[in-house]
């Protein structure tokens, strides 16, 4: 499977995107079932986060893996299922934290609810994300996959995001009546949604320069 490809495209690259989407698995899952026993803003708009988050790693493992096992595919072929894969992450970024921003404004409660398992999971969370930030970063660097590229600025968007999600559940957990908290909760899932449409939005018209220049290599 990985004789004669592309240095970009190496079997750490496959394992780190497998690796990605085990461990992200588990995440919409769990808060989900959450969702029973706590209704915090941050803690549905972080559900809709993980869930749209887990579809685009999801996006790019397949095309990761169609690429790896296609030895046939001509580089311009490859570059278009890159540009599909990375536009299809910035959008998807950008739709659910337009979601986000909706279910921050419409969507109050004073109780709360349990919240520790959502807390608990954007701790962990947040660490795996560094985790997979700096791995994707590096490995970017090493090689200059798009798709690892574009992952590396999910995970770092995705780490930014868990601290904020992390730092309003846990005003919840500790005044979970106080009208402090509900507004560090408010405040907590809009800045988590700006982020994330920042973010997507960023990703799509970078991918978009690089489709023009592609464009106008491949004209020459």
């Known amino acids: 499977m990985w004789d004669n490809r592309r240095e970009r495209y190496s079997k750490d690259g496959y394992k780190t995107l497998l690796a990605s989407v085990l461990l992200s698995s588990p995440g919409p899952i769990t808060l989900g079932i959450g969702l029973i026993f706590g209704h915090s803003s941050t803690q549905i708009a972080d559900f809709v986060r993980r869930s749209a988050e887990l579809m685009a790693i999801i996006v790019s493992f397949i095309t990761y893996v169609r690429v790896t096992r296609h030895p046939e595919y001509e580089d311009l072929r490859i570059d278009e299922m890159e540009r599909r894969a990375n536009s299809l992450v910035g959008f998807i970024m950008c739709l659910s934290g337009s979601f986000m921003i909706i279910v921050a404004c419409f969507l109050t409660s004073r109780d709360k609810g349990n919240v520790i398992p959502a807390f608990v999971i954007a701790f962990l969370g947040l660490l795996v994300n560094i ?59 809009i800045l988590v949604s700006a982020y994330l449409v920042y973010s997507g939005v960023k990703l799509v018209i970078a991918n978009r320069r690089r489709d023009d220049k592609l464009e106008d290599a491949y004209r020459r």
Request: proline residues 2%; glycine residues 8%.
């Open 131 to 189: 985790f997979f930030w700096i791995r994707y970063s590096t490995m970017y660097r090493k090689n200059g996959n798009e798709i690892l590229g574009a992952q590396g600025k999910l995970y770092g968007a995705k780490s930014l995001v868990d601290t904020c999600v992390t730092a309003s559940l846990l005003s919840v957990i500790l005044m979970p009546t106080s009208v402090v908290s509900s507004y560090l909760d408010r405040i907590g899932s």
